[in-house]
Nanobody, 122 residues
Framework: QVQLVESGGGLVQPGGSLRLSCVASGSIFSINVMGWYRQAPGKERELVATITSGGSTNYAGSVKGRFTISRDNAKVYLQMNSLKPEDTAVYYC??????????????????WGQGTQVTVSS
């Protein structure tokens, strides 16, 4: 009923930039928090950045000052500058979504996108 579709990943040289996009669609009443997570080979998935419906943001220390998260309703973006090889990972979009049905609210429930590969290499 809900889909999160990411785009914008790819191969970039160290010091370069990429912009990731994610759009949520389906049976959505509201979205509380949207965010980006990443998972490098052999490592656990980790938080990159989140943004609330009110615009409050939170960043992992490793990306603060280099990455910027922004949001436009059901779309979330991640502008990544000064990329480093250690930023190489699959990046996942996440959204906490509230549904409304039969006169009642349900959630928020956590949804994930399919992931987009970001590779930083010379």
């Amino acid at each position: 009923q809900v889909q999160l579709v990411e785009s914008g990943g790819g191969l970039v040289q160290p010091g370069g930039s990429l912009r990731l996009s994610c759009v949520a669609s389906g049976s959505i009443f509201s979205i509380n928090v949207m965010g980006w997570y990443r998972q490098a080979p052999g490592k656990e998935r980790e938080l990159v950045a989140t943004i609330t419906s009110g615009g409050s943001t939170n960043y992992a220390g490793s990306v603060k000052g280099r990455f910027t998260i922004s949001r436009d309703n059901a779309k979330v973006y991640l502008q990544m500058n000064s990329l480093k090889p250690e930023d190489t990972a699959v990046y996942y979009c996440n959204a906490a979504i509230v549904h409304f049905s039969g006169g009642a609210w349900y959630g928020p429930y956590n949804y994930w996108g399919q992931g987009t590969q970001v590779t930083v290499s010379s």
